[in-house]
């Protein structure tokens, strides 16, 4: 505690959740985007949605923002009903769009204080939260400079700076990591877990699933319109059979220590080893240390993917 709210006393705490969905489903037309989707989303921690293209991350994300109304369901968020009192639950939200129009014509902090009027922050604070925020997703040195000098990248940012300038309770973002640079998005995993240190529900969706293994404490798998599944990242971690990345010091020898083991699965040859799998982790294990009895020498072995990527893939694969 406490860059982002830069005060000590702003401490969300407690139980509960953030955000309560069930049952959400939400036509476009004949198109069924949501066809009963459960969400909860707790305080303190990080929830990742994760799903395919069309899944309908994207529309649950506007249901939840108030900006769309479902067909059905009940949802709260921050405790009040989303039908019933949006206005009371929008004072809680922040919201950050996968795609976001900025006013180009504003300065940095002309964009900025708007938000903060439309949230009415009091006077006395605009200013020195605008600074703080501007300092946090660091584009402090384009204080007066006009939006539209702004890179896509430093753009996103300043949408994480807007999402966050009423100090909301439950934060919503669509792929904010599309467009940053590497060292952005350290920042921005940075940011987001330490906004759920401070009791901040997250929800964040992302095809970036080895990064939202490294960003998220839970993961909410959607796929055609319907929650398919629920996990806590930490249990997922060798779960599922997933490839794995071999290298040895003699790839030939490898290779020939490998095409007699039929458990290896498919090999595939890499310039310094191989990749074999599916394996479950004590499936890997035991293949390691026959590899290393049989003399290959072996001087890396790990998965290949993350269990994150893992569990996804296991929830898609029959579409393939
Ligand atoms: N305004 C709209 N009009 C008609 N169909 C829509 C509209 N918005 C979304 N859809 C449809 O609803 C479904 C869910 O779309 P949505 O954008 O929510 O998916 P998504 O999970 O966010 O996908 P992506 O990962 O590609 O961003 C898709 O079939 C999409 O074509």
Excluded: C
Excluded at 165 to 172: A, D, G, N, Q, S
Excluded at 181 to 196: C, F, I, N, Y
């Amino acid at each position: 505690m406490d860059a982002y709210y830069g005060d000590a006393e702003h401490h969300y705490g407690g139980s509960g959740h953030g955000i309560e969905a069930y049952g959400v489903t939400r036509a476009f037309g004949t198109v069924p985007a949501l066809q009963g989707v459960d969400l909860t989303v707790p305080y303190g921690q990080v929830t990742a949605l994760v799903g395919p293209n069309g899944a309908g991350k994207t529309t649950l994300l506007l249901i939840l923002a108030t900006l769309l109304a479902p067909d059905a369901g009940r949802i709260t968020v921050a405790g009040h009903d989303l039908a019933a009192h949006p206005e009371r639950a929008r004072t809680a939200i922040g919201w950050m769009p996968d795609q976001f129009g900025v006013y180009d014509q504003l300065t940095v902090d002309e964009y900025l204080a708007f938000f903060a009027d439309a949230y009415r922050l009091p006077p006395a604070e605009k200013s020195r939260r605008i600074r703080a925020l501007l300092a946090l997703v660091h584009l402090d040195e384009y204080l007066g400079r006009p939006v539209h000098v702004l890179s896509r990248g430093q753009k996103q940012r300043l949408g994480v700076a807007r999402a966050l300038i009423h100090r909301p309770r439950v934060l919503l973002l669509d792929e904010p990591a599309s467009g940053l640079d590497p060292r952005s998005r350290v920042e921005l995993r940075d940011l987001l877990r330490s906004l759920a240190a401070d009791g901040v529900a997250v929800l964040v969706s992302s095809h970036v699933l080895s990064e939202l293994e490294e960003i998220a404490d839970r993961v909410v798998l959607v796929d055609r319109g319907r929650t398919v599944g629920a996990h806590a990242v930490a249990d997922l971690a060798g779960t599922g059979r997933v490839r794995w990345r071999v290298r040895a010091l003699d790839p030939d020898a490898l290779d020939a220590a490998l095409a007699g083991r039929p458990d290896a699965g498919e090999v595939v040859r890499l310039p310094a080893g191989a990749e074999v799998g599916p394996l479950t982790e004590p499936e890997a294990a035991r293949m390691l240390t026959e590899l290393v009895g049989a003399g290959v020498p072996v001087v890396g072995f790990g998965p290949a993917s993350g269990a994150l990527e893992a569990a996804y893939l296991a929830m898609t694969q029959d579409r393939r």
